[in-house]
């Protein structure tokens, strides 16, 4: 087993997510957002049309190529799972997809879709993520994938009985600092070492500088009153 990297209540593995996961025991639930298949890291975010010049991340095979896999192997450790671009992967029938609306214009796509086995119906976040404009002013951290730390803050509410989140495919590490602020334990995978070490950097500055007040999760049964 590799060793981790400890960060509070944080434990962070840099290596093969199908390797790792096989010594992980069952946890409560994954929230992550796997490679769509579609090219993202392959120097395609270059010819993006947004209101400022795109950002270069450089030309990598990451997303090349969907990663079934280690999707099925998290979600059989698992009670929960929310697993953003779930349309590009062949997954269960659900009633609950989250959609996160980007208010985006240019060639990114709208919206983006998370499956989900929540017993709900579907639900929808407005959240601007397009170019330089950016909800809250959040900051871009080398990552052309990167989620809003908002966004994931939205889906971790739909866990509120979910102590300790798995994400094997952590990227720039936004799970984990959503974690971080909402008082969860985390686990994080991440196979490129560049994204891996900016995923401790972030996680290390959450628990450095931590959120004067974390609303406790509500129950199952408040949530459910909710919808």
Known sequence: MIEPVRIGDATLY????????QGLGEVDAVVTDPPYGIGEAAGKNRSR??????????????????????????RSISRRQIVFGGNYYDLPPTSCWLIWDKL??????????????????????RYLWNGMLRANGEEKHGHPTQKPLGVMKW?????????TILDPFMG???TGVACA??????????????YFDIACKRIEQAYAQPDLFIEPPKRAEQLEAMF
């Open 104 to 125: 985006n214009t240019g060639d990114f796509a709208d919206c983006e879709m998370a499956w989900t086995n929540l017993p709900t119906t579907v639900r929808r976040l």
């Open 181 to 194: 602020k909402l008082g969860r334990k985390f686990i994080g995978i991440e196979r490129e070492p560049r």
């Open 49 to 74: 049309c947004n209101l400022a010049v795109a950002r270069d991340y450089g030309d990598a095979p990451w997303d090349d190529q969907t990663c079934p896999e280690g999707v099925d192997l998290a």
């Open 14 to 21: 840099q290596g093969d997510c199908l390797q790792i996961m």
């Open 172 to 174: 720039s590490g936004t």
């Open 155 to 163: 889906c971790l509410g739909f866990l509120p009985d979910a102590q």
